[in-house]
Nanobody
Framework: QVQLVESGGGLVQAGGSLPLSCAAS?????MAWFRQGPGKEREFVVS????????QYADSVKGRFTISRDNAKNTVYLQMNSLEPEDTAVYYC???????????????????WGQGTQVTVSS
């Protein structure tokens, strides 16, 4: 019953930065970002626990992307720096109804999904 809406996608040149946000219609538990590139399966990017105490990044984005959340605004953010053409994908926000521990890198850990926002990195 929670709706998620991603925003901030767009076109950026390689080496550039782009911030994404995901606004939830209500309170959520754990949250995450996944992405699906052209001709590829949806893959895990990063997750954050409900209180921000646990953060897990995919190796491909660690050191370049930063996740954060503002529970007062029911919003999670993804700051993407040093973007590469390989980062081109539809980025999806996900959230769990529960705040308890889970395998945050699995799609099955999340109950709600946004519609996705396109990020295109040009060379």
């Amino acid at each position: 019953q929670v709706q998620l809406v991603e925003s901030g996608g767009g076109l950026v040149q390689a080496g550039g930065s782009l911030p994404l946000s995901c606004a939830a219609s209500g309170r959520t538990g754990n949250m995450a970002w996944f992405r699906q590139g052209p001709g590829k399966e949806r893959e895990f990017v990063v997750s954050i626990s409900y209180n921000g105490g646990w953060i897990q990044y995919a190796d491909s984005v660690k050191g370049r992307f930063t996740i954060s959340r503002d529970n007062a605004k029911n919003t999670v953010y993804l700051q993407m720096n040093s973007l590469e053409p390989e980062d081109t994908a539809v980025y999806y926000c996900a959230a769990s109804a529960s705040s308890m521990w889970s395998d945050f890198a699995r799609r099955g850990a999340y109950d709600f999904w946004g519609q996705g926002t396109q990020v295109t990195v040009s060379s």
